[in-house]
């Protein structure tokens, strides 16, 4: 009687263990074209979106844009209204302003910045602009936050 309740307890780890592994590997995936996550502060997520998402089509002056949409989903939950107020004051008019992307070793910063609709205490962001000289492509994009919670971190765009 001892054997078989050893075993059922044997069989009852396993397949729980099996379902964990399941459970963190599809949390594990990405639907984003880059992903930054950092222990403790949260995870940022950078996509790339069309221009047309944030501009109007120009026809007769058309200047080679990249438009990024980049979120920030804050790990921690904060009741402090005067926390709240400076983060949200950060993504809201002042985040844009610390990225920059790498063009054929030039630097070119954000010529527009569009915020997203706060849809979590924890989730901010928008889509970020840039006018990137004709015939080129964006190399790198970084961000330096001078808020000073998520640090310096270097993209590396895939051409």
Request: aromatic share 12%.
């Amino acid at each position: 009687m001892k054997r078989i309740i050893v075993y059922i307890v044997i069989l009852m780890s396993f397949f729980s263990c099996m379902d964990k592994k399941k459970i963190t590997t599809a949390s594990n995936e990405s639907n984003h074209y880059l992903e930054i996550r950092e222990r403790g502060i949260g995870m940022i997520s950078l996509d790339k979106v069309p221009n047309t998402l944030v501009m109007r089509k120009d026809k007769d002056n058309n200047p080679n844009f990249f438009s990024y949409l980049v979120n920030f989903h804050d790990s921690s939950v904060t009741t402090d209204k005067k926390k709240l107020l400076d983060t949200g004051k950060y993504y809201q008019h002042d985040m844009y302003k610390d990225w920059v992307v790498l063009v054929n070793g030039d630097s070119v910063r954000p010529v527009f910045y569009q915020p997203s609709i706060k849809k979590t205490i924890q989730a901010d962001g928008g889509v970020i602009v840039f006018e990137i000289p004709s015939g080129s492509e964006p190399d790198t994009l970084i961000y330096m936050d001078s808020y000073g919670t998520w640090g310096t971190h270097q993209l590396f765009l895939n051409k």
